[in-house]
């Protein structure tokens, strides 16, 4: 995928309040937007547009609560749980609060993502500032870019993915499972897994290989299963999975401006909040 050549740039060449290129109705609401792949209810129904509303004081206090800030995962949901006003033709203040909780921690994380840069742009502008550190000569940057230009990977089309391992799981009775099905990760996946990656990214693999696959024969996906697998069949699972990821794409190429130096960059779905 073609990569956003970014330079650092002076901070005041940009507009100190940028305004915003979504159009609202008189009640602050959005026009319709679609997400990427969509939330696919307990009935089958499929809602893929959205609708949204502007960030308030209101807002901006509940997601700054301390635990939230520990967890970028959660701080997502609550902003998706305030600012999304209606999803397909399931509207926020028709659902109910816990049922609506329950919708926003479902939809995948390429979605939530998307949404939050929308709510990011009605909010608070098209432009976002992040900060990079030259892996060359150290400078610290500033580096502007426009929402609009960044690249929404599409969704792939599968909600379950086909995999078969090379080597595959040998239980106690010496039977060896290989096939099976894999999901794409979730607003809930992402809060749970979000704490244990801080501290051991390795054990974080291991809890979200096991949240997201299932053998096709039915055994159960422990987490013992997943650390007995190979690195090989590890390997295998998290490539298929990276393959089948989609939304926005969070890597941009960088040029110092003092050494020029071209480095790849990481946004953070948090950077558009």
Request: charged letters at 30%.
């Amino acid at each position: 995928m073609a990569q956003l050549k970014k330079k650092a740039i002076d901070i005041e060449e940009v507009e100190e309040y940028p305004v915003s290129r979504i159009s609202v109705n008189e009640d602050g609401v959005s026009d319709e937007f679609e997400m990427p792949a969509g939330y696919l209810d307990s009935d089958g129904v499929l809602h893929k547009t959205f609708t949204i509303r502007e960030m308030t004081g209101r807002d901006e206090e509940a997601i700054s609560k301390s635990d939230l800030r520990q967890n970028g995962a959660k701080l997502i949901t609550v902003l998706l749980e305030r600012c999304v006003m209606s999803i397909g033709t399931l509207v926020k203040k028709e659902v109910g609060e816990i049922k609506w909780k329950e919708i926003i921690k479902s939809l995948y994380v390429g979605d939530q993502d998307y949404i939050v840069l929308k709510i990011r742009e009605l909010s608070m502008g098209g432009e976002i500032e992040v900060t990079h550190i030259c892996p060359n000569c150290k400078a610290s940057m500033k580096t502007i870019l426009d929402v609009s230009e960044l690249e929404v990977e599409p969704f792939k089309g599968e909600r379950l993915i086909q995999f078969e391992l090379p080597k595959g799981y040998r239980d106690k009775k010496g039977n060896v499972h290989t096939t099976g099905t894999m999901k794409l990760p979730t607003g809930y996946d992402r809060e749970v897994l979000t704490p244990i990656a801080k501290k051991n990214v390795a054990q974080a693999s291991t809890l979200m290989l096991t949240r997201l696959c299932k053998f096709d024969d039915g055994i159960s996906v422990t987490e013992d299963v997943m650390r007995d697998l190979t690195v090989r069949d590890r390997e295998y699972l998290q490539k298929l999975l990276q393959e089948n990821l989609f939304g926005v794409n969070l890597e941009v190429d960088v040029t110092c401006v003092d050494c020029g130096e071209e480095f790849k960059g990481n946004l953070n779905s948090i950077n558009f909040i």
